[in-house]
C-alpha cells in the first residue's frame, strides 16, 4: 500500500524528502550564486559578472572609444536582453558608476550627459545619457574575437557570452572592488597604474621578489578623490587584512584681513554635501567656535570647501579639531 503512494505521489511529481537536507542544497546553491555571480569580482579579469557584460555588450554593438555615442536605455536593454537577465536600474547604475571618476580611480566607460556627482547628486535617467567605451577598456577587451577566453551560453542559450575578458589591465588592483557575498567580502582599494606596472614588471624580473620589495615600488592605495592615507601598508600587503586611515587634504589662506581653512581634498567615497552640512552642524552646536563663514566653491573637478575663521583665531587649532 505505502509503494503504491509513493508511485501515485512520484507521478504527480511529488516526491518526499528530509527538509534539513532540502534545504542545505537550497542555501549552499544561493551561497555560491552570490559569490561567483554576483558580488565577488574574478581575480583574473577584476570585474565583477554584470561589469563583464556591460562592457562585452557595448564591445559588440561597436560602442569603441572612436565612435559616437549611443543612449544609455539602449545599452541597457541590450544588456538585459542578451546577458543579464535582472532589473534595468541595477545595471544602468553599474554603468553609471563605471563611468564616474570619483568612483573608479580609471572609469572604463565615458558618459555624456548627467552622470551624479560628489554631492550624492543622482544622475539623469538612462533615456537622457549617453555612453560608449573608454580607450582603457579596449586593454580589457583586446582580441576577445580570436577566442583567447572561454565562451559559454548566455541564460537562455540563444547566444554565447564571455566567462572571463582578456583582461590585460590589471583592474583588480587599479579600480579594486567591494563586495559582499554570503561566507565572504571583499574589500580592495584602488591603485596607481604606473606603480602597479612597475611592480609587475619587477616580478617577471624576479619571481622571488618579496612583499616588501614589492611595497616600496607600490607605496599605498591611490584614491580618484586624492587625500592622504596613512596605516601599515605592509602589513596591509602582507596579510590581506589591516586598517587604514584616509584623511582629506588642508590648507590655509589669507583672505581680507582674517585666515581660512581650504579643503581640497576629501577621502574617498565621502559625499561632500554631507561633510560640509556636518561642519555646519558642529558650528551650530558650538563644538567648533572659531568658524565665521562656511561655503563650498567646488566647480567642475576641483574641490574648494572654505572656512573663514574669527578674527585672530588659530586655524590649525580648529584643523586638529
Do not use: W
Request: aromatic share 6%.
Amino acid at each position: 500500500e505505502e509503494i503504491k503512494e509513493d508511485l501515485n505521489e512520484i507521478e504527480k511529481g511529488i516526491i518526499q524528502t528530509e527538509i534539513s537536507g532540502e534545504v542545505k542544497k537550497a542555501y549552499l546553491d544561493y551561497a555560491m550564486s552570490v559569490i561567483v555571480s554576483r558580488a565577488i569580482p574574478s581575480s583574473e579579469d577584476g570585474i565583477k559578472p554584470v561589469q563583464r557584460r556591460i562592457l562585452y555588450s557595448m564591445q559588440q554593438m561597436g560602442l569603441k572609444p572612436n565612435t559616437q555615442t549611443k543612449k544609455s536605455a539602449r545599452i541597457v536593454g541590450d544588456v538585459i536582453g542578451k546577458f543579464h537577465p535582472h532589473g534595468d536600474t541595477a545595471v544602468y547604475d553599474t554603468m553609471v558608476r563605471m563611468a564616474q571618476d570619483f568612483s573608479l580611480r580609471y572609469p572604463l566607460v565615458f558618459g555624456q550627459g548627467n552622470f551624479g556627482s560628489m554631492d550624492g547628486d543622482s544622475p539623469a535617467a538612462m533615456r537622457y545619457t549617453e555612453a560608449k567605451l573608454k580607450p582603457i577598456s579596449m586593454e580589457l577587451l583586446e582580441d576577445i574575437d580570436k577566442d583567447t577566453v572561454k565562451f559559454v551560453d548566455n541564460y537562455d542559450a540563444s547566444m554565447k557570452e564571455p566567462e572571463l575578458l582578456p583582461g590585460k589591465l590589471p583592474t583588480l588592483m587599479l579600480n579594486g572592488a567591494t563586495g559582499i557575498a554570503v561566507g565572504m567580502a571583499t574589500n580592495i582599494p584602488p591603485h596607481n597604474l604606473t606603480e602597479v606596472c612597475d611592480a609587475i614588471t619587477a616580478y617577471i624580473k624576479n619571481n622571488k621578489i618579496t612583499i616588501e620589495q614589492l611595497a616600496q615600488i607600490v607605496t599605498g592605495p591611490d584614491f580618484p578623490t586624492g587625500g592622504t592615507v596613512s596605516g601599515d601598508m605592509v602589513e596591509l600587503y602582507k596579510t590581506g587584512k589591516g586598517r587604514m586611515i584616509m584623511r582629506g587634504k588642508v590648507t590655509t589662506e589669507a583672505l581680507k584681513k582674517r585666515e581660512a581653512i581650504i579643503i581640497t581634498e576629501i577621502p574617498y567615497m565621502l559625499n561632500k554635501s554631507t561633510l560640509v552640512e556636518q561642519i555646519a552642524n558642529l558650528v551650530k552646536d558650538k563644538k567648533v567656535k572659531d568658524i565665521s563663514d562656511l561655503r563650498d566653491e567646488s566647480s567642475k573637478g576641483k574641490v574648494r570647501i572654505v572656512i573663514e575663521m574669527r578674527k585672530n583665531s588659530n586655524p590649525q587649532f580648529t584643523i586638529n579639531q
